[in-house]
């Protein structure tokens, strides 16, 4: 008899693309519209994206009109002032209608192309709510948060620790059942925060 292997369905996640962030570090330019290799970021991360996911929906602030080209529904912050990476998964989970939530930043392009497959196992693994990718980096496992699924009943939890004012992603997920996947590619999760590090990624 084979082993039946759980896996979520990936039309039941909804993908998140990240791209409401100031750009402080690259200037303050909209990060996602940034040109890598003849194309935005946000669309290098869309392609990898999609085959993975069913629904994809973009989170930005800024030149909405420009993300909206790309063909998804893009939602900005529910809140103000651009408070962080939490705002645009809230903005992603209002607008979520499926059981997961995949979110992913905009600024990393070569992320891997079984990131849902393997997150999702990880959840079901553990029973958790949240499944994280982490990567190893000179033998010491180095979270990387914004690579997330989520249960989308989480959304709200994540309102109320919102609302009191936090802003940090550890702070709240260490209030939920956490789950890690361990990638072994630490090269795939790079990101381009400054102009210099989006021209070695080229």
């Not at 993975?52 to 103000?80: C, F, H, K, T």
């Not at 690579?147 to 209030?175: M, P, V």
Request: charged share 20%.
């Amino acid at each position: 008899m084979t082993e039946m292997i759980t896996r979520i369905d990936p039309l039941d996640i909804t993908g998140l693309i990240l791209c409401g962030g100031r750009g402080t570090r690259m200037g303050g330019v909209d990060k996602g519209l940034q040109n890598h290799h003849g194309m935005p970021l946000a669309l290098h991360a869309l392609m990898r994206l999609q085959p993975q996911v069913g629904p994809v929906i973009i989170n930005a602030n800024r030149n909405l009109s420009a993300y909206e080209s790309m063909g998804v529904p893009v939602w900005p912050d529910p809140l103000a002032d651009y408070p962080g990476p939490l705002a645009g998964w809230l903005a992603g989970l209002e607008h979520c209608e499926t059981p997961y939530l995949l979110t992913v930043p905009c600024d990393s392009p070569n992320f891997p192309l079984d990131l849902a497959a393997r997150l999702g196992a990880a959840l079901l693994d553990a029973d958790a709510d949240i499944a994280m990718a982490a990567t190893l980096e000179d033998g010491r496992q180095q979270l990387q948060p914004v690579f997330c699924l989520l249960k989308s009943g989480l959304i709200e939890s994540l309102a109320a620790y919102l609302d009191s004012g936090e802003r940090k992603i550890d702070r709240w997920t260490a209030q939920q059942r956490c789950a890690l996947a361990l990638f072994d590619d630490a090269a795939a999760f790079a990101n381009a925060n400054t102009l210099l590090e989006l021209q070695r990624l080229a």
